[in-house]
């Protein structure tokens, strides 16, 4: 009966996304507080289920929750389909017809992650990417089609988690980074926010009207007028060569015989240090010797960290 009643709770979410104990405790046959312990193990397993409080509350389940995909063997997955097929047929009744489509809709996921614009495909997944950010993205960009509405369960760099509604205006890429670019109800401004730590996204239904942007409001620096430049000059081993290519552009590579160096004018700070860091010992900088200093004490930090039992 208890993982019925699990089964049913995740079914009929997956299906409404919004629900309350007191409707579901209805159609399981059991106490509210019977509901309340089954979505509690429910979340331990991993379904990431939302419980708010107060009005306009109730149980819902994000829009960017999807059932992982190896929950069906393929046979599996077409004896529910010829299944729910066959009862639809007999029934005609909405609720079979909406299983039945989510199931369908599966057929299409291989590809879910790439956008095609022209001549141009961005895969917007991540590495090791099980399709959660992927179902992720799909659903910020519907909302900002429609100008429909997001709550979302955000989590920021110090591991604070806030729950917000926002009104989704664009989609950004910038440096290998998404970002959601929407007007928050809660800081009454725009917000930049990434789609990394959006920890839930889910729908309200609500509608907004769109507000004018220019690109020169976005809070992304699009140039670097405002930023500390450093010019670096790299020296390359050759098995880096491919990768600080794809990095700088062959255009700021020189090769001399058997010595490959790379210059070029970058902006300073962090990303740089990690950038450089990511190459091994295939990169050394040669200048400025400020840079260099700085490697190696993050290089000598490294080393101590791992040389400690």
């Given at each position: 009966?208890?993982?019925?009643?699990?089964?049913?709770?995740?079914?009929?979410?997956?299906?409404?996304?919004?629900?309350?104990?007191?409707?579901?405790?209805?159609?399981?046959?059991?106490?509210?507080?019977?509901?309340?312990?089954?979505?509690?193990?429910?979340?331990?397993?991993?379904?990431?289920?939302?419980?708010?409080?107060?009005?306009?509350?109730?149980?819902?389940?994000?829009?960017?929750?999807?059932?992982?995909?190896?929950?069906?063997?393929?046979?599996?997955?077409?004896?529910?389909?010829?299944?729910?097929?066959?009862?639809?047929e007999?029934?005609?009744?909405?609720?079979?017809?909406s299983?039945?489509?989510?199931?369908?809709?599966?057929?299409?996921?291989?590809?879910?992650?790439?956008?095609?614009?022209?001549?141009?495909?961005?895969d917007?997944?991540?590495w090791?990417?099980?399709?959660?950010?992927?179902?992720?993205?799909?659903?910020?960009?519907?909302?900002?089609?429609?100008?429909?509405?997001?709550?979302?369960?955000?989590?920021?760099?110090?591991?604070?988690?806030?729950?917000?509604?926002?009104?989704?205006?664009?989609?950004?890429?910038?440096?290998?980074?998404?970002?959601?670019?929407?007007w928050?109800?809660?800081?009454?401004?725009?917000?930049?926010?990434?789609?990394?730590r959006?920890?839930?996204?889910?729908?309200?239904?609500?509608?907004?009207?769109?507000?004018?942007?220019?690109?020169?409001?976005?809070?992304?620096?699009?140039?670097?007028?405002?930023?500390?430049?450093?010019?670096?000059?790299?020296?390359?081993?050759?098995?880096?060569?491919?990768?600080?290519?794809?990095?700088?552009?062959?255009?700021?590579?020189?090769?001399?015989?058997?010595?490959?160096?790379?210059?070029?004018?970058?902006?300073?700070?962090?990303?740089?240090?990690s950038?450089?860091?990511?190459?091994?010992?295939?990169?050394?900088?040669l200048?400025?010797a400020?840079?260099?200093?700085?490697?190696?004490?993050?290089?000598?930090?490294?080393?101590?960290?791992?040389?400690?039992?």
């Open positions: 009966m208890k993982f019925q009643a699990m089964m049913k709770i995740l079914f009929t979410l997956l299906r409404k996304r919004k629900t309350n104990a007191a409707e579901l405790a209805g159609a399981c046959g059991v106490s509210e507080r019977s509901i309340h312990r089954y979505i509690e193990e429910l979340i331990v397993c991993g379904v990431p289920i939302d419980i708010v409080r107060g009005r306009g509350g109730g149980i819902f389940l994000p829009d960017t929750f999807r059932l992982p995909e190896n929950f069906f063997t393929k046979e599996e997955y077409g004896a529910a389909v010829n299944a729910l097929e066959t009862l639809y007999q029934l005609r009744d909405e609720t079979v017809k299983a039945l489509d989510k199931l369908l809709s599966r057929q299409k996921a291989d590809s879910r992650n790439l956008s095609v614009s022209g001549y141009i495909v961005v917007s997944g991540t090791g990417d099980a399709y959660d950010f992927s179902d992720k993205l799909a659903v910020l960009e519907e909302a900002a089609q429609a100008d429909e509405c997001l709550d979302l369960l955000y989590v920021d760099r110090g591991g604070n988690e806030s729950r917000r509604t926002v009104e989704p205006h664009l989609l950004i890429y910038k440096q290998n980074i998404w970002y959601l670019y929407a928050c109800r809660k800081r009454s401004a725009f917000r930049l926010f990434k789609v990394g959006i920890r839930s996204a889910r729908k309200t239904g609500e509608r907004f009207a769109r507000r004018g942007i220019e690109r020169d409001s976005l809070p992304l620096k699009f140039d670097f007028k405002d930023t500390e430049l450093t010019e670096v000059t790299l020296l390359l081993q050759k098995k880096a060569l491919p990768d600080v290519e794809e990095w700088l552009g062959m255009d700021n590579v020189h090769i001399d015989g058997e010595k490959i160096t790379a210059e070029a004018v970058l902006p300073a700070g962090d990303a740089l240090l950038k450089i860091l990511s190459f091994g010992d295939g990169v050394k900088v200048s400025p400020s840079l260099a200093d700085e490697v190696k004490k993050r290089a000598g930090a490294l080393l101590e960290q791992y040389a400690r039992p």
